[in-house]
């Protein structure tokens, strides 16, 4: 929604300004007719403090995935391109995707295509959702084009929820285990100091180091939250800036345990953006480079680029993946068969149905697996805090008996 600053007169002659909220400028004047005022002038107003905060909105996969069947369900019953895109601007509850839509129709109604106005809401629409669109255009078929997309994006939004659920729990129950002790360590041990050093007799090692880290943990508690977030600010500033995300997706890839899932799903991402792109036309070295910036990870965006490269000089596209790490020989024999019998996009279909079955296979795995490591962790540091205090209480309980 937009703020707008109107000037006209009534339906009985008499000059009359003011402010109205309206999606576009079209809907305005509209919406001013209707109240019987005669526009004279009508201006955006830019600033700010007139506009909708919509800094935590975005448009979510899910989201897409809705607008897209809703869509191609629309045009197959017989509605023209324009009524389907007000009719789901009307119905969304995403104020974002109704904005985009709703300047889309207006475009489209000024004699953009479809393609072009999308492009123009590029905070709205992906890359891919445009390129694939205008490839639809150019074959005439922007129904399949759209079934296809929603396909896509239903493969790659349940992909990324398997991911998130199998770092999620135990970043949860770490986070938990980590209160847990720091709460033990600067609150609960060095209430036991002042008695135990009243004791007189020398303590258990385990004890003593137990009290010497309760003590510096009561003191500088402080320092290690500051450090936390510090680290936390500093992961999130490297993960917006691509000089350094490439190390921390390096770090990432190579990361005991959760390294392989990443790894798996990247390619299984990667795969199903260029199987999708090809199979909708879409010019190979355009799509190289639509894969490089939504792949979402700069190691595997970097090997792209190279066989982007590759691709330019008349080479193989999958001679740089052969190189690297990241590719194992399953995806560059696939794709090597695709070049040599002209059908990647199928191969590389097939590279991300594997790829996703094994990102489900090894979610599963890793939750049956790291739940009992998890349990049995916090149970071992717990214990030891908790015997390095009974140790000596018992010795006391000794000497009074």
């Known amino acids: 929604m937009a703020m707008y600053r109107y000037r006209g007169r009534n339906r009985n002659g008499v000059l009359v300004n003011g ?8 809907d305005a004047r509209i919406k001013l007719k209707e109240k019987g005022v005669n526009v004279m002038e009508l201006k955006a107003l830019d600033s700010w403090l007139y506009k909708d905060v919509s800094l935590f909105q975005r448009v979510t ?3 897409l995935v809705i607008f897209l ?36 129709s207006e475009d489209i109604r000024t004699g953009a295509s479809f393609s072009e106005a999308t492009e123009k809401q590029r905070h709205v629409f992906p890359p891919l959702f445009t390129n694939m669109i205008k490839a639809g255009e150019a074959g005439g078929n922007i129904e399949e084009i759209l079934d296809r997309l929603a396909v896509y994006y239903e493969k790659q939004h349940a992909t990324k929820q398997k991911v998130i659920s199998a770092i999620s729990y135990p970043a949860v129950v770490g986070v938990v285990a980590f209160g847990v002790v720091v709460f033990l360590l600067a609150f609960v041990v060095p209430t036991f100091a002042d008695m135990f050093s009243s004791f007189g007799s020398e303590l258990p ?9 309760g003590e510096t943990m009561q003191q500088f508690w402080w320092l290690l939250m500051l450090l936390v977030l510090g680290m936390g600010v500093g992961i999130a500033v490297m993960a917006k800036d691509k000089r350094y995300k490439y190390y921390l997706d390096y770090a990432l890839l190579k990361m005991p345990i959760f390294g392989g899932l990443l790894q798996k799903a990247a390619i299984a991402r990667m795969s199903r953006t260029l199987s999708s792109l090809f199979s909708s036309s879409v010019p190979v070295l355009q799509a190289t480079s639509i894969v490089e910036r939504v792949v979402g990870n700069e190691v595997l965006a970097k090997v792209i680029r190279d066989s982007r490269n590759s691709l330019e000089k008349g080479e193989s596209m999958a001679e740089p993946m052969e190189k690297h790490w990241i590719f194992p020989p399953l995806v560059t024999q696939m794709v090597v068969v695709g070049e040599k019998t002209g059908s990647l996009d199928s191969m590389l ?21 790291i739940e009992p490591l998890l349990i049995v962790g916090l149970a071992v540091v717990v214990g030891v805090i908790v015997a390095a205090i009974a140790i000596p209480m018992f010795e006391i309980f000794d000497t009074i008996g």
């Open 19 to 26: 402010k109205l909220k309206s999606e576009s400028e079209k």
């Open 61 to 63: 996969t899910k989201d």
């Open 69 to 104: 069947r809703q869509f191609s369900t629309l045009l197959h019953a017989g509605l023209s391109l324009v009524d389907s895109i007000e009719i789901l601007a009307k119905q969304t509850s995403n104020k974002l995707l109704k904005e985009g839509l709703s300047t889309v």
């Open 349 to 369: 279909g097939k590279v991300a149905d594997f790829y996703e079955v094994e990102v489900d296979q090894a979610t599963e795995r890793l939750k049956t697996a």
């Open 205 to 213: 090692w385990i004890t003593a180091f137990v009290l010497t880290l």
